[in-house]
């Protein structure tokens, strides 16, 4: 092959961010399905849409539907909608019609669920704060703060 002819901008793939990213975000979610794994029995795609049910319930007044929740978290609509049948059939949320849209369901933590929430979150961040821990505090700061730009500017 011939490397003249190479469409990769990059030689080095330490220098390719989205190789990068790709690989730090790789690295991160087996972090958290170990630990979801091994105590919960939940993927990490479940846990990211629960816990956000459960941020979204004590920090928002409106109800969660799915619509919203595939906003707040980037996550396919389609995605949330077959995370929350198996959440629902777990017996960590329920389903009922909105009020504002009766074409929508609002979701809330059943009292397990919240439960479990309130173990799970504590673990993950604990998981967090040693994935994150080689970057120190200033530069963890630094980190999210480029983060929110490329949410805020790609949105």
Not at 37 to 55: D, E, P, T
Not at 116 to 142: P, Y
Request: hydrophobic letters at 35%; one cysteine or more.
């Amino acid at each position: 092959m011939d490397k003249s002819k190479s469409p990769f901008v990059q030689e080095d793939l330490n220098e390719d961010t989205g190789f990068l990213l790709l690989q730090t975000s790789r690295l991160w979610d087996e972090f958290h399905e170990r630990a979801l794994k091994r105590h919960y029995n939940l993927s990490s795609m479940q846990y990211a849409v629960l816990a956000s049910v459960y941020w979204c319930l004590l920090h928002n007044n409106k109800e969660i539907t799915q619509t919203f929740l595939a906003h707040h978290t980037k996550i396919d609509p389609m995605t949330i909608s077959q995370i929350f049948k198996v959440l629902e059939k777990k017996g960590y949320i329920s389903r009922r019609t909105n009020s504002e849209d009766i074409r929508a369901k609002s979701v809330s933590l059943t009292d397990t669920g919240e439960a479990l929430m309130q173990k799970a979150v504590a673990t993950i961040a604990n998981t967090d704060t040693k994935f994150f821990s080689i970057l120190g505090k200033e530069r963890t700061k630094m980190f999210n703060q480029c983060m929110v730009a490329l949410i805020n500017d790609n949105d």
